[in-house]
């Protein structure tokens, strides 16, 4: 399986700035995605990150709030935006290899808290 | 929506019993995956089964599917302390294109020493 890691592990902002996070793949997928988990809930997918495109984003979640690149086949960022204490989750991005009905392998989250 | 519900939402029990998870689901199906997710870290993949197949193993985990009943059951036998963690159902639509996974609310699992 992808070994996938996630920078930062967790931070902690004030409201009204923006934090960047990282998932970087150790060989090339298919597809890649975000999820946002809130406190002790389930997951929900933000978007799919799209190589060399625009992200496709779930009902819900607009690309100003959380602009995501991916400008290759091992690299996605997804930034939060004017953050607010309603942000405080983890984020978690996910890989398949092949197809899309192959294995969903998840990174190890950056958990995210807004004062 | 499509989105799989564990059941029990808590299960606690004492090392060496068998603990049983059980996830439905409203639609058909192309797989279900089974994650671990221990105190609010990331998701581990534990199995994946389609909807073809009706029971996987690996290791001390079984896997059911039963797609008339729309519902699949984790069971982990011989449980260990280490088993302790958030354990959650994600199914794939039959028609999807996009790879978009559905989750479960998860059941939390405590084993005791």
């Known amino acids: 399986s992808a070994v996938i890691s996630q920078k930062p592990s967790r931070d902690i902002c004030q409201r009204g700035t923006s934090l960047t996070i990282q998932c970087q793949v150790d060989?090339?997928?298919?597809?890649m995605f975000w999820y946002r988990q809130q406190p002790g809930q389930s997951l929900t997918l933000i978007a799919t990150?799209?190589?060399?495109?625009?992200?496709?984003?779930e009902s819900g979640f607009v690309i100003d709030k959380f602009p995501i690149s991916r400008p290759n086949l091992t690299f996605s960022t997804l930034t939060v935006s004017n953050m607010s204490p309603e942000d405080s989750s983890i984020y978690l991005c996910?890989?398949?290899?092949?197809?899309?009905?192959?294995?969903?392998?998840f990174g190890p989250g950056t958990r995210l808290t807004v004062l | 929506s499509q989105q799989g519900e564990e059941d029990p939402q808590a299960l606690s029990i004492q090392e060496g019993e068998n603990a049983t998870m059980n996830c439905s689901y409203k639609?058909?199906?192309?797989?279900l995956q089974w994650y671990r997710q221990n105190s609010g870290r990331g998701l581990v993949h534990l199995i994946l089964?389609?909807?073809?197949?009706r029971e996987k193993h690996s290791g001390r985990l079984r896997v059911t599917l039963d797609t008339s009943k729309k519902s699949s059951s984790l069971l982990i036998t011989a449980s260990r302390a280490a088993d302790t963690a958030s354990y959650f159902c994600?199914?794939?639509?039959?028609?999807?294109?996009?790879?978009?996974?559905?989750f479960g609310r998860g059941t939390q699992l405590t084993v005791w020493p």
């Open positions: 996910s890989v398949v290899q092949g197809t899309i009905y192959n294995e969903q392998f």
């Open positions: 060989s090339q997928v298919t597809m």
């Open positions: 990150a799209n190589q060399g495109s625009e992200a496709t984003y």
């Open positions: 639609t058909s199906i192309n797989n």
């Open positions: 089964i389609r909807s073809n197949e």
């Open positions: 994600a199914v794939l639509d039959r028609g999807s294109t996009l790879g978009r996974l559905y």
